[in-house]
């Protein structure tokens, strides 16, 4: 959270006068990181995402590291293809080519 916040005020240090300076709408940009609906939006995310990393440090008692690296490597694929599936985004012919390679180098 500190980071996000960090970046959403946008400092910049001035070496010859030794000031920091913010980003002139830091105020609104801080209060779009805490906003509490943007928070609540990103909790189904969150919550994924913290379950897959629960998941790989489970796996890791069971297989050695390069199943589990592989494994890993192979969710990028799979998420490009459910999105273009489920969400209907769509994506160029170089973003295609770049999962086709991601997807053979894994084989």
Sequence with gaps: VGVGLLVA?????????????????????????LDPKA????????????????????????LDAGSVRVLCQSSLPVVGVCGALLFRRRYSAMQWCSLAG???ALG
């Excluded at 005020?9 to 940009?29: G, I, K, T, V």
């Design 9 to 33: 005020m946008a400092p910049s240090w001035n070496r010859m006068q030794a000031q920091l300076q913010l980003h002139s709408d830091w105020r609104l940009r801080v209060w779009r990181c």
């Design 102 to 104: 991601v997807t053979v």
């Design 39 to 62: 928070v609540q939006r990103q909790l189904p995310v969150s919550f994924c995402l913290v379950m897959s990393k629960l998941c790989l440090i489970m796996a890791l008692e069971k």
